[in-house]
């Protein structure tokens, strides 16, 4: 349902469609093929944190907080369509990203739902890693993915900066609001750490 919504307002903008500025971030940062590997990561990382719940209650209480910001992401595609700004590249020398660029075209920008759901999940895996015990290091190689995600936006030029900023504040608010009801979360990861000890 998300992808047919998201698509429609791609094709179909109900607004004139803003260009979003370029900043010195994005001129810094240049084109990188390989960044298109991080970027389609985000399939694979925004399904982990569901994969430490335990209970069928906490995972649809999760995936209803991930549709609520997707439904923000998509209000404001609808009140506000944007795009990048062109990119001075030859796409057909990049078959791979040439290709995201076909499905995924440079509407939609502002937020980067891209960063937004990365953001929004590094925030509950962070929660959950710490529920479970997990080592530093894992917390650590949690917002080094999440980090890698959303420079991988920037790197294939399917946001600028402004975008970035603004996914991350609305996946970070999202996040924190969700993890404020305290009962669930409790919940959540008490069902988690007694997963864990009993493993």
Known sequence: MFFLG??????HPYAPVTIMPRTLLDDWISFQPLALLPYVSLWVYVSTPPMFMVRHREIIAY???????????????????TAVPLADIDWARYPGVAFLKGVDAAGNACPSLHVATAVFSAIWLHQLLRAFGTGRMGLVFNWLWCLA????????????????????????GVAW???????????LTVSAVTANRSA
């Open 6 to 11: 998201y698509v429609h307002l791609l094709k």
């Open 63 to 81: 995936g209803v907080r991930a549709a609520v910001l997707c439904g923000l992401g998509l209000a404001f595609f609808y009140l506000w369509p």
């Open 149 to 172: 995600i959303a420079y991988s936006t920037l790197a294939t030029k399917q946001h600028v900066a402004v975008d970035v900023l603004a996914g991350a504040a609305l996946g970070a």
């Open 177 to 187: 609001l969700s993890l404020l009801k305290i009962d669930g979360f409790q919940s």
